[in-house]
């Protein structure tokens, strides 16, 4: 069956489970014509992990998505990711941390992402508009009813852009209590870093860097006063070695950004016949096992391998440990 049917049929069926599409169980009596018509009109896109095309960044994400609907241009997700975690009360002292953070963050090659809780990591969004950089909202409620929101303007502003707008729920899913944190989980694991601004010490936020944390990823804080409640929080980390201290902003984006003026190694990079074999097999295959594209292009194993260490390092593919195979970075 079709893929984009299948997420149109698990949209339309309040019934239908994840499980069921593994197994291409639907109810062929629903009618998923209006989700069909919405999902046209606003140019929505499903990506099912069974399926091709489903994004190697995906793979990253701790019990990665059997579904993914995208709201505009998916390659944001080639870009290096900042995760940006904004205090629920932030003070005049956080904010001036993230006007500084961004004018030097708008000068690396980057993404952002965050998670669109109003008012909140909404300020991460719009100081990425505000500084030009794209960035990623991943909802905790579907793509489509967002549009029946009051603030659907806001996010209107990063469609214009052509940025991009992710959710693992069903397009019509109203926000609830458990899929606020399942959002982070979505967020943490396409992330290359996170940055903290400050955080109280009861805050939500301190549960996110925890997660984050447990999935290895790397996550930094600015240090302030012992005598702010509202880096209360953020201080204790840092202190018992948690999260890493940021003294100067560029010193830090340096190790996981590139910045936007230094030439990117893949743009004076010209392909062999061998790897534009490779490329093109595992482009027509998705994804491929070393021993397969070495097979297929009649070279040795071991050449192989050394042709596809240097696509890796010029941007051109990834190799996914956990499933053992290659694909391309899309």
């Not at 069921?20 to 896109?45: A, C, L, P, Q, W």
Request: charged share 20%; with cysteine; net charge neutral.
């Amino acid at each position: 069956m079709n893929k984009d049917i299948l997420a149109m049929y698990y949209s339309a069926d309040p019934d239908m489970k994840l499980k069921d599409i593994e197994h291409k169980s639907i109810n062929t009596s629903v009618s998923y014509e209006y989700i069909e018509k919405k999902m046209k009109d606003f140019g929505i896109r499903a990506y099912i992990r069974e399926y091709a095309w489903y994004h190697y960044k995906l793979h990253h994400i701790p019990q990665k998505p059997r579904i993914m609907y995208a709201y505009w241009d998916i390659s944001c997700l080639d870009c290096w990711l900042l995760w940006i975690v904004w205090p629920r009360k932030p003070s005049r002292y956080a904010d001036q941390v993230m006007w500084d953070f961004f004018d030097d963050v708008s000068k690396y090659d980057l993404c952002t992402i965050s998670g669109w809780a109003p008012w909140i990591d909404m300020l991460a969004h719009k100081h990425s508009i505000w500084s030009n950089l794209p960035t990623i909202v991943v909802l905790w409620w579907g793509l489509l009813h967002y549009m029946q929101w009051h603030k659907r303007w806001f996010l209107d502003r990063v469609v214009e852009k052509w940025w991009l707008i992710l959710s693992e729920f069903k397009l019509l899913q109203e926000p609830t209590p458990w899929s606020f944190p399942q959002r982070n989980r979505i967020i943490a694991g396409l992330c290359d870093m996170l940055f903290l601004p400050a955080a109280g010490k009861k805050s939500g936020s301190l549960i996110t860097v925890d997660f984050a944390r447990w999935i290895g990823k790397p996550v930094y804080a600015v240090p302030w006063s012992v005598y702010d409640r509202t880096s209360a929080g953020s201080n204790a980390y840092i202190q018992e070695w948690k999260v890493k201290p940021i003294t100067t902003y560029s010193s830090v984006l340096d190790v996981y950004f590139q910045k936007k003026d230094v030439p990117k190694l893949l743009d004076t990079f010209v392909l062999t016949d061998v790897q534009k074999q490779i490329v093109s097999f595992i482009e027509s295959w998705v994804v491929s096992e070393s021993s397969t594209i070495a097979a297929h292009i009649w070279y040795t194993y071991v050449d192989t391998l050394a042709e596809l260490s240097m696509l890796e390092v010029v941007w051109v593919i990834v190799y996914l440990s956990d499933e053992g195979v290659w694909c391309l970075r899309r």
